[in-house]
C-alpha cells in the first residue's frame, strides 16, 4: 500500500470528522438547538474519503441529499458548513443554502442536491468540461442505490461512455432508497450490472472497509485520468442512522443496524487493519478524536454565535448576472 503513516492519520481524521459531525448534527435536532431536514450519512465514511483522496484540486465532486461527508472529504470547511446548517451568514453559502445546497466551488464541491440521481448530469457535464478543456481533471458523482432507477442514471452513463468522459460514478448502495429495500424496486442489488449495457467498466467495493475502496477508487480515476473512460464504482455500505434524522426506522430491525455497527463499522475496522500492520499508533489516533471532538464543539459555538443573513441579501447570490 502507498500510504504514509501521515496520510493514513489524515484518512482517519476525516472519517473521525464527518462522523463526529453526523452525531452532532442527530444530538442538535433531537435537543431542539438545530432545525431543518437533515440526512446523515454516519456509517458510509470510508467511501467520501477514500475516493477523495485520490482527487486534486481541480478535481470536482456532486454530491446528494446526504452530503456532508462527501463536503468534509473534499475539503469544505466544516466551520463554514456547520454555520450554514444554522442559517448564518459565515456558513457556506451564506446560510442561504443548508444541509441540501451545501457548495463549494473553490474545492471543486459543485454541490449537495436534493433531487435524487441530480448530480449524474452535472458530472458529465463537468466531465465533458474537463474533456476539451483537456485539463486533466476527473469528475465524480457520489449518489444512492435509489438514484440508480432515475433516468438520469441511465441518461448520464450512457453519455459518459459515448464520450468516453473522465467520470467515476459512486454507487453508494445502502440497502434502502427511505423506507424501501433496494430489492424491492431494483430487479438485482450488483448495481454493477446496470453498467453492462453501456459498456462501461466496473468496480464492487466493500464501502466498510477504507482500504477497499481506496484501491478500487484509485484505479477508476487513474483510469478517467489518462482518458480511458468512466467507471461505475459500488460501494456496499449501511447508514446507522434512518433516512432523515427523526425517522421512526419501522423497516428495518434493530438487530440489523446493530450488527453492521458493531461488526463492520469502518473506523473500526481501518483502526484494526492501520493498527495492526503497525502504520500508525492507536494513541496518536485517540489524540485526533479529542482534536476532532473540540473541533466540532467549536463549530457549533462559533455557528450559534454569528449573525442570520440580512434582509438585503435576500436577492444576492441567487441568479447569475452575465457582466
Ligand atoms: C427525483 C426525486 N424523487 C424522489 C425524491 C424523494 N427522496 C429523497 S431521498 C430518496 C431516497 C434516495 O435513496 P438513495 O438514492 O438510495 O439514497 P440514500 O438516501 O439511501 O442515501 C427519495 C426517494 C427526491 N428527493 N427526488
Ligand atoms: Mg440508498
Known amino acids: 500500500m502507498d500510504l504514509s503513516t501521515e496520510t493514513l492519520m489524515d484518512m482517519y481524521r476525516k472519517m473521525r470528522t464527518i462522523r463526529m459531525f453526523e452525531d452532532k448534527l442527530s444530538e442538535l435536532v433531537n435537543t431542539g438547538k438545530l432545525a431543518g431536514f437533515l440526512h446523515l450519512c454516519a456509517g458510509q465514511e470510508a467511501i467520501a474519503v477514500a475516493v477523495c483522496a485520490h482527487l486534486r484540486d481541480g478535481d470536482v ?3 446528494n441529499h446526504r452530503g456532508h461527508g462527501h463536503c468534509i472529504a473534499k475539503g469544505v470547511d466544516i466551520d463554514g458548513m456547520m454555520a450554514e446548517l444554522f442559517g448564518r ?3 457556506t453559502c451564506k446560510g442561504k443554502g443548508g444541509s441540501m445546497h451545501i457548495a463549494d466551488l473553490d474545492k471543486g464541491m459543485l454541490g449537495a442536491n436534493g433531487i435524487v440521481g441530480a448530480g449524474i448530469p452535472l458530472t458529465v457535464g ?8 483537456e485539463t486533466g481533471g476527473v469528475a465524480v458523482a457520489f449518489f444512492g442505490d435509489g438514484a440508480t432507477n432515475q433516468g ?3 441518461e448520464g452513463l450512457n ?4 464520450w468516453n468522459l473522465p467520470a467515476v460514478f459512486v454507487a453508494e448502495n445502502n440497502g434502502y432508497g427511505e423506507a424501501t429495500p433496494t430489492e424491492f424496486v431494483t430487479p438485482s442489488t450488483d448495481l454493477t450490472k446496470r453498467a453492462a449495457s453501456y459498456c462501461m467498466r466496473t468496480e464492487s467495493a466493500d464501502g466498510m472497509d477504507f482500504f477497499d475502496v481506496y484501491e478500487k477508487a484509485g484505479r477508476a480515476i487513474e483510469v478517467a485520468r489518462k482518458g480511458e473512460g468512466p467507471t461505475l464504482l459500488e460501494c456496499k455500505t449501511y447508514r446507522y442512522y434512518g433516512h432523515y434524522v427523526g425517522d421512526p ?3 428495518r430491525k434493530p438487530e440489523e443496524t446493530e450488527e453492521w455497527k458493531t461488526k463492520r463499522d469502518p473506523l473500526d475496522k481501518f483502526e484494526a487493519e492501520a493498527v495492526s500492520r503497525g502504520l500508525v499508533e492507536q494513541g496518536n489516533l485517540r489524540r485526533i478524536d479529542d482534536e476532532v471532538r473540540e473541533s466540532i464543539e467549536k463549530s457549533v459555538a462559533a455557528a450559534e454565535a454569528a449573525p442570520f443573513p440580512s434582509v438585503d441579501e435576500l436577492t444576492t447570490d441567487v441568479y447569475y448576472e452575465n457582466d
Open 126 to 133: 463537468a466531465a465533458l468540461t474537463a474533456q476539451i478543456k
Open 89 to 91: 451568514s459565515t456558513g
Open 159 to 162: 453519455m459518459a461512455a459515448v
Open 249 to 251: 426506522m419501522t423497516y
Open 152 to 154: 438520469q442514471f441511465h
Open 61 to 63: 465532486v456532486n454530491s
